[in-house]
């Protein structure tokens, strides 16, 4: 099971890789959007904004997200650790129930180049 370092590192490199990005992914990302994501093997949640091209002001807290965000992640530790590290593809993982993103109807439209 990955462990909170870990995620939490994965989540840093995945804004990384964001603001790295250019053409259409690079315009997906400077959405400005409040953004979750819950790990449920860790019972935990990190909190953030999509503001920019990068994921910032992440904050950790235990248990479900404590407010609705605009963009809502649901997976475990170890599938957010594979899919930024690029062991886990995002629409098989989503096709399959194992990844939960939940979104406005835009937001998606936008979203699918990053994913």
């Keep these: 099971m990955a462990s ?3 995620c939490r590192a994965a989540l840093e490199q995945l804004s990384r890789n964001m ?18 994501c819950h790990l449920t ?4 949640t990190f909190s953030g904004r999509l503001r920019g091209g990068r994921i910032v002001d992440v904050v950790e807290t235990p248990g479900p997200p404590p407010a609705k965000a605009d963009i809502r992640l649901t ?4 599938d957010l650790v594979d899919m930024v ?21 835009r937001d998606l439209l936008r979203l699918r180049t990053l994913l």
């Design 85 to 105: 590290g690029g062991r886990l593809n995002f629409a098989s993982a989503w096709a399959s129930g194992r990844v939960r993103l939940e979104a406005g109807f």
């Design 75 to 78: 997976m475990t530790g170890d």
């Design 41 to 44: 093997d860790l019972g935990l």
């Design 4 to 6: 909170t370092e870990e």
């Design 19 to 36: 603001a790295g990005s250019d053409g259409d992914v690079r315009k997906a990302a400077a959405l400005d959007r409040s953004l979750t």
